[in-house]
């Protein structure tokens, strides 16, 4: 008996199954024409221009074998460049991950004056030339600079230091925290705020409570498109930098430095040790968008 | 009862005394991080009056780096802007298999370092490449001339058109495409005169990043170029070799300063674009 009515029930989840996916999925099967025209300029034009000389890097890279990748990253200077961009960017990220909530708050909760101004100024990073902000930045903070000379009063020294890489890296970053938070806290619910007051939770409760953990997926995807986007930079770092070896040598400027030298296998293996890195994050970050809109 | 009102109140907002800490604290930041820069820029520019200014832009090099970075963005612009269009009429349109993993494909320059995308062509078209033999016997310069230089700009600036346009379009579905069909008109008649008065302010904004970051592209240019003064150079490379020159500090940022105008006019644009058609561009500020 439960054997005959199982299948019936399964039939039955099955149909409402395809029913909910049938509804998710917007157009079922769309009657608009250019689908293969559309598709196959699209795979051409991806396939032509960006996978295949990415695979090419990486097929230059398995030619090396693994001893030869391993000899070239094994250097003292590589992993020295290799640690600075990744940890440079770890703590840009950090940064920007505390600045950038402390500016989406600000900008969604209250209202000031220069608001509209500055807001329209969060972009910058994105829209203005890495090497104009790289020199701006230097100049900014070079010892007499309208920054560096206060600084450099109190004994720290940014610019041609790894501060100064960090600096850059955090100019860079910033948008991708408060663009990414600024939506989701825009459409966080009040009432669970007023439920929580009501039952007594202080504000700073409520906040830790309540406001962070349904941030949270979005503060994290920002901190991590931060990150991938500072690890590779180069323009807004480089002249900030200053380019000691073994100090404040970035990883995409040593493959750089590589390729003047001829030095193919050496920029190859870098290059492909750092994409393999940065598309972990990128699979960190689908991930964490697709847990978020599971859960938002 | 009051009492209570109030404390309920007071929990919904920080005191005041917070709030004011945090607010002087976003202006402070914003100020130090995004303002000082680029006044910085606009005062070194100004340092040589007016005459040096001119003086510097009118270089003959210079001329020719201006030349060099328009013909590249008049190239890799409208190239990527035809890709987004048809990436996202397929993608957002249309269903089929491997949906998802084009649309990441197509994000995959972003995760790339600039340094990174002129290094693959390099490989491929450099001496020792995959075509170089080829390239060589036929005279084709494409690594350190402009072929190479523009190769990199469409490459980094790739995702944006699309990345505007999809989550945009998605958001549209079809059914005005599909009553323009039924009510009998062709495909290219639908597409101009439905499909795209929905889209324009999106594919603008789409345009205008592009834009802004193919004028501005200093690492993948920068490998590919060969710094020739006067041929290879775009303006970014042109504020590099300027820079580096000790007499020409100035020059540098003159040459910037045109660049920063590029990137502050695309952002009023931008935001000219979010505050008045706004709406429209729902489905790309929540992406």
Same mark, same amino acid.
């Given at each position: ?10 039939t039955a989840?099955?149909a ?31 396939? %032509? ?10 097929l ?7 001893t ?39 900008f ?18 994105f829209?203005?030339?890495t ?5 701006a930045l ?15 009063? #109190?004994?720290?020294? $940014?610019?041609?230091t790894?501060?100064? &890489?960090?600096?850059?890296m ?20 009040k ?16 906040i830790?409570?309540?406001?962070l953990?349904? $941030? ?17 930079e180069?323009?807004s ?11 404040s040598? &970035? ?16 920029a ?29 | 009862?009051? $009492?209570a ?15 004011w800490?945090l607010?002087?604290?976003?202006? %402070?930041?914003?100020?130090?991080? %995004? ?14 009056g ?62 790339v ?31 350190f001339? $402009? ?10 600036t ?6 505007? %346009?999809?989550? #945009?379009m998605q ?52 490998? #590919? ?48 674009l ?14």
């Amino acid at each position: 008996m439960s054997a005959a009515i199982l299948p019936r029930a399964s039939t039955a989840m099955k149909a409402t199954a395809k029913a909910r996916v049938t509804r998710r999925s917007r157009p079922p099967r769309s009657a608009l024409p250019g689908f293969g025209l559309s598709l196959g300029f699209t795979l051409t034009y991806l396939s %032509l221009l960006v996978l295949i000389p990415l695979a090419a890097l990486f097929l230059h890279a398995a030619g090396l074998g693994v001893t030869g990748i391993v000899r070239e990253l094994a250097q003292p200077r590589v992993l020295h460049a290799l640690g600075l961009s990744f940890g440079g960017a770890l703590a840009a990220a950090t940064i920007n991950t505390v600045f950038g909530s402390l500016v989406a708050w600000a900008f969604v909760r209250y209202d000031f004056a220069g608001k509209r101004l500055l807001h329209a100024l969060i972009d910058l990073p994105f829209a203005l030339p890495t090497a104009v902000a790289g020199i701006a930045l230097t100049t900014l903070y070079a010892e007499g600079g309208w920054l560096g000379a206060p600084l450099a009063q #109190l004994g720290i020294k $940014v610019a041609y230091t790894p501060i100064g &890489i960090v600096i850059a890296m955090v100019f860079i970053g910033l948008p991708f925290v408060v663009r990414t938070l600024e939506p989701v806290l825009e459409d966080a619910e009040k009432q669970l705020e007023e439920v929580a007051a009501t039952l007594g939770a202080t504000r700073l409760q409520t906040i830790v409570h309540i406001i962070l953990p349904s $941030v949270l997926p979005a503060l994290l995807t920002g901190a991590a498109l931060a990150f991938a986007r500072a690890v590779g930079e180069y323009g807004s770092v480089i002249f900030i930098a200053g380019n000691l070896q073994n100090v404040s040598e &970035i990883a995409p400027l040593l493959i750089m430095i590589k390729l003047d030298e001829f030095n193919y296998a050496g920029a190859t293996a870098l290059a492909a040790a750092m994409l393999v890195m940065s598309f972990a994050v990128l699979l960190a970050i689908n991930l964490l968008q697709s847990w978020n809109r599971r859960h938002g | 009862m009051i $009492v209570a009102v109030r404390r309920q109140r007071n929990a919904l907002v920080e005191p005041a005394l917070v709030r004011w800490m945090l607010i002087g604290m976003t202006v %402070l930041l914003l100020c130090v991080f %995004l303002l000082l820069p680029l006044l910085v820029v606009i005062v070194q520019a100004c340092k040589s009056g007016v005459g040096g200014y001119f003086a510097a832009l009118g270089d003959s090099d210079t001329l020719a780096s201006i030349r060099l970075t328009l013909l590249t963005a008049a190239i890799s612009v409208p190239l990527n802007t035809l890709f987004g269009v048809a990436a996202a009429w397929a993608i957002a349109k249309f269903e089929f298999r491997g949906k998802s993993l084009l649309t990441t494909l197509i994000d995959l320059p972003f995760s790339v370092s600039p340094v990174i995308a002129g290094l693959v062509f390099v490989l491929l078209f450099g001496s020792r490449g995959w075509f170089g033999d080829w390239l060589s016997a036929h005279d084709i310069r494409v690594i350190f001339a $402009v072929p190479g230089i523009i190769l990199a700009t469409t490459f980094v600036t790739f995702p944006f058109v699309a990345r505007e %346009l999809i989550p #945009l379009m998605q958001g549209q579905g079809t059914d005005e495409e599909q009553a323009a069909l039924t009510l009998g008109a062709s495909g290219w008649r639908m597409f101009w005169h439905v499909t795209m008065p929905n889209i324009r302010w999106g594919l603008l904004y789409g345009v205008l990043l592009c834009n802004a970051r193919a004028m501005g592209e200093f690492g993948a240019v920068s490998v #590919l170029s060969g710094h020739i003064r006067g041929v290879t150079n775009t303006m970014p490379l042109q504020v590099e070799i300027l820079y580096n020159d000790p007499g020409q500090y100035s020059a540098a940022f003159a040459v910037a300063s045109l660049l920063a105008l590029l990137g502050f006019v695309t952002l009023a644009l931008k935001n000219f674009l979010e505050w008045r058609h706004g709406d429209e561009l729902a489905a790309v500020r929540g992406s």
